[in-house]
């Protein structure tokens, strides 16, 4: 008993339960402005104001208060590994892998999208199809602006990552460079002792996410577009039991292993519906798994932005329905273009605010209105569902990538794997490990 009110994966479960409860059974509740009076003010990045909910604040502060911590670790992480490894030809190396694996296989999910969307055509039998671009005119608006110049100032992580390489080359270089790896070892473990700390809270943000999210849009809302949902969460498993169980077989790594050791994460994400969340976390798991610290502070933040598979099998099965819906036949060509496209487009998913309508709509957009763009409108009450599925994809598809990459590297080592493995339990008593030392 002693054990499970101690676990962090027993109370974010609870605490996704009752958010979902509160959420479905009292709505008025869940959705209860904080303020009542034109007054808005600002507590850990997120803006008190009229109409933001109790629930969308505890949810929202969670996640910011988390992405506080991202950035300091990439630097810290990707410097010490640059300056320990102290080969600048082995991380050009890892990073051109990295990339080609990061085209391969969303390229895999993107196909793996379109086909299946075709086998089980969810958008066969929709009536309900929008005729007004009213809902969607933010979307497509941003659409037009994106470039991918703009897309590399807005993403805080990509910076930290440029220049979190730059300097880690300046440093390798240096005669002397021990005083560089004792401070930046010294910073590692408070900043990973102070997110242990913050991760404690994980609850109250699972439970704010969920009931935010079911409160607002109702299981009600799921119904009219149950195939569609129902399809792409079986095409995102499909994709992580059939790609990413051969890719880490390859290396004799056990996905259940995996999946095993990170549920704490898996849930969190879940919860939030944002991988950020957790990413800090996955790269310190990743670390103890036996994957060394320079392949980890390369891939996971790289990957973050350009190995998103469950956001790539979301958006070439979206596409594939709205043509369904509309009852659009497209030619081979035409579903080649689409794919062309969204091999580009799909990888600045990260870094805009309500990215996968923004990509949507500009691929659309590319297409010289073969399919109505207010279609997206059909998507807006369904999204925040299936934003599960895909942030959890891509949550599991990074680690993923980085076993891989380590394994390929010979950056592995597999005891620490099987230990760890072996000892799920233990690393997710919180209060043993993260309070009393």
């Given at each position: 008993?002693?054990?499970?009110?101690?676990?962090?994966?027993?109370?974010?479960?609870?605490?996704?339960?009752?958010?979902?409860?509160?959420?479905?059974?009292?709505?008025?509740?869940?959705?209860?402005?904080?303020?009542?009076?034109?007054?808005?003010?600002?507590?850990?990045?997120?803006?008190?104001?009229?109409?933001?909910?109790?629930?969308?604040?505890?949810?929202?502060?969670?996640?910011?208060?988390?992405?506080?911590?991202?950035?300091?670790?990439?630097?810290?992480?990707?410097?010490?590994?640059?300056?320990?490894?102290?080969?600048?030809?082995?991380v050009g190396k890892i990073g051109a892998k990295a990339l080609i694996y990061f085209e391969i296989v969303t390229t895999i999910?993107?196909?793996?999208?379109?086909?299946?969307?075709?086998?089980?055509?969810?958008?066969?039998?929709?009536?309900?199809?929008?005729?007004?671009?009213?809902?969607?005119?933010?979307?497509?608006?941003?659409?037009?602006?994106?470039?991918?110049?703009?897309?590399?100032?807005?993403?805080?992580?990509?910076?930290?990552?440029?220049?979190?390489?730059?300097?880690?080359?300046?440093?390798?270089?240096?005669?002397?460079?021990?005083?560089?790896?004792?401070?930046?070892?010294?910073?590692?473990?408070?900043?990973?002792?102070?997110?242990?700390?913050?991760?404690?809270?994980?609850?109250?943000?699972?439970?704010?996410?969920?009931?935010?999210?079911?409160?607002?849009?109702?299981?009600?809302?799921?119904?009219?577009?149950?195939?569609?949902?129902?399809?792409?969460?079986?095409?995102?498993?499909?994709?992580?039991?059939?790609?990413?169980?051969?890719?880490?077989?390859?290396?004799?790594?056990?996905?259940?292993?995996?999946?095993?050791?990170?549920?704490?994460?898996?849930?969190?994400?879940?919860?939030?519906?944002?991988?950020?969340?957790?990413?800090?976390?996955?790269?310190?798991?990743?670390?103890?798994?036996?994957?060394?610290?320079?392949?980890?502070?390369?891939?996971?933040?790289?990957?973050?932005?350009?190995?998103?598979?469950?956001?790539?099998?979301?958006?070439?099965?979206?596409?594939?329905?709205?043509?369904?819906?509309?009852?659009?036949?497209?030619?081979?060509?035409?579903?080649?273009?689409?794919?062309?496209?969204?091999?580009?487009?799909?990888?600045?998913?990260?870094?805009?605010?309500?990215?996968?309508?923004?990509?949507?709509?500009?691929?659309?957009?590319?297409?010289?209105?073969?399919?109505?763009?207010?279609?997206?409108?059909?998507?807006?009450?369904v999204d925040r569902f299936m934003s599960e599925a895909r942030s959890i994809t891509n949550f599991i598809g990074n680690g993923?990538?980085?076993?891989?990459?380590?394994?390929?590297?010979?950056?592995?080592?597999?005891?620490?794997?099987?230990?760890?493995?072996?000892?799920?339990?233990?690393?997710?008593?919180?209060?043993?490990?993260?309070?009393?030392?």
């Open positions: 008993m002693k054990r499970l009110l101690t676990n962090l994966t027993f109370w974010v479960l609870l605490a996704i339960t009752i958010g979902i409860v509160l959420g479905h059974y009292a709505p008025e509740i869940a959705l209860k402005p904080i303020l009542h009076a034109d007054w808005k003010s600002h507590f850990m990045g997120q803006e008190l104001k009229v109409g933001k909910t109790l629930s969308e604040f505890f949810g929202g502060m969670f996640i910011s208060t988390v992405k506080l911590f991202i950035n300091p670790i990439i630097f810290i992480t990707i410097i010490l590994g640059i300056v320990s490894m102290g080969d600048l030809k082995k999910a993107l196909l793996i999208g379109v086909v299946v969307a075709y086998l089980i055509q969810p958008g066969k039998g929709v009536t309900n199809a929008p005729t007004t671009t009213q809902d969607v005119s933010a979307f497509t608006s941003k659409a037009q602006d994106f470039d991918w110049w703009k897309f590399f100032w807005d993403n805080s992580t990509l910076q930290v990552l440029v220049i979190s390489l730059i300097l880690g080359v300046v440093f390798s270089k240096l005669k002397d460079n021990t005083w560089i790896l004792k401070w930046l070892t010294i910073a590692s473990k408070y900043v990973f002792k102070a997110l242990h700390r913050v991760m404690l809270f994980a609850p109250i943000g699972a439970f704010g996410g969920m009931a935010y999210t079911i409160g607002k849009y109702g299981l009600a809302a799921l119904f009219p577009l149950a195939k569609l949902m129902i399809t792409v969460y079986i095409t995102m498993a499909l994709f992580i039991l059939v790609v990413l169980w051969y890719i880490l077989r390859y290396y004799r790594v056990n996905l259940y292993g995996y999946l095993r050791y990170i549920r704490e994460e898996l849930l969190i994400v879940l919860g939030t519906s944002s991988s950020e969340s957790a990413l800090p976390n996955l790269m310190e798991k990743l670390e103890k798994m036996g994957c060394s610290k320079s392949v980890v502070g390369l891939v996971v933040p790289t990957g973050y932005s350009f190995n998103l598979d469950g956001t790539t099998i979301y958006l070439s099965m979206a596409i594939i329905f709205l043509s369904q819906v509309y009852a659009v036949e497209l030619t081979t060509s035409q579903i080649l273009t689409i794919i062309g496209i969204l091999m580009v487009t799909s990888k600045g998913a990260a870094g805009v605010t309500g990215s996968g309508f923004i990509v949507l709509a500009s691929t659309l957009t590319a297409l010289d209105g073969v399919i109505p763009i207010e279609g997206l409108a059909l998507l807006l009450g993923v990538a980085t076993i891989w990459l380590a394994n390929n590297e010979k950056e592995f080592d597999r005891s620490k794997m099987e230990y760890v493995f072996g000892h799920v339990e233990e690393s997710e008593d919180i209060l043993m490990d993260n309070l009393d030392d």
